[in-house]
């Protein structure tokens, strides 16, 4: 169970920038997408943009519990909200429940160094407005040397590899998509902390078409709907 909530945390801790081209999603109002472990469904993650003016805030929540002969072996929940303003991040917070385990994050940006300020129940101090927090929807991520975790604010540095163009067929849909490979840049950590997570977005829109990793079972994020 502990190396499931390790890579637990990990899938959570990636994506977006401080300075993002949150502009490729001007089209988008929503994203769902189902979460399969082992080829079962499991729960949920959903993303809501919500524009006012100049203003762009994305509100994300997930849901999902792993069950063993109908007992829960593990329940999670979080929510989390992303603020930008002229596509300029402004700030982030969230909250996860981990079985009976709470963690928090918030992030703002400082003035006048424009530096993040990370008050999180695993990391508290500065990071360069270039890493990545949260969550997967921004293609940024693929430019990024590290990310901050949505769920505790841990820094994490990562190494991204572009594996090619391929075709991924979710449900009676045939997505374009460009393949990426995440791992963690320190190989020291290990093996239970380190991140290999593929990611996969569709050509033209940057739509998140899928995410998967092995560990402790297979994982899978699949888009389900979109608007």
Do not use: C
């Amino acid at each position: 169970m502990r190396k499931i909530i390790i890579l637990i945390i990990i899938l959570f801790s990636l994506n977006f920038q401080a300075i993002g081209h949150v502009q490729h999603y001007e089209n988008f109002n929503y994203l769902e997408y189902e979460l399969f472990r082992n080829n079962k469904s499991i729960g949920y993650h959903k993303y809501d943009f919500i524009r006012d003016g100049d203003n762009l805030s994305i509100i994300s929540e997930v849901n999902f519990k792993i069950t063993k002969l109908g007992v829960d072996l593990y329940k999670y929940f979080a929510k989390s909200e992303e603020n930008y303003e002229k596509g300029i991040f402004k700030s982030y917070s969230s909250k996860t429940k981990q079985n009976k385990k709470d963690r928090y994050v918030k992030i703002k940006v400082a003035t006048p160094e424009k530096n993040l300020i990370i008050d999180g129940s695993s990391y508290k101090g500065k990071a360069n407005n270039q890493f990545i927090v949260g969550t997967w929807w921004n293609h940024e991520i693929v430019d990024a040397k590290a990310q901050i975790s949505g769920i505790s604010g841990r820094i994490i540095d990562q190494t991204v590899t572009f594996l090619g163009k391929e075709e991924i067929k979710i449900g009676n849909k045939t997505y374009k998509t460009l393949h990426f490979n995440f791992k963690s840049s320190d190989i020291t950590l290990p093996e239970s902390k380190k991140l290999n997570t593929d990611i996969w977005y569709e050509e033209n829109t940057y739509l998140w078409v899928k995410a998967a990793f092995e560990k402790t079972g297979y994982w899978e994020y699949r888009l389900k709907t979109y608007k």
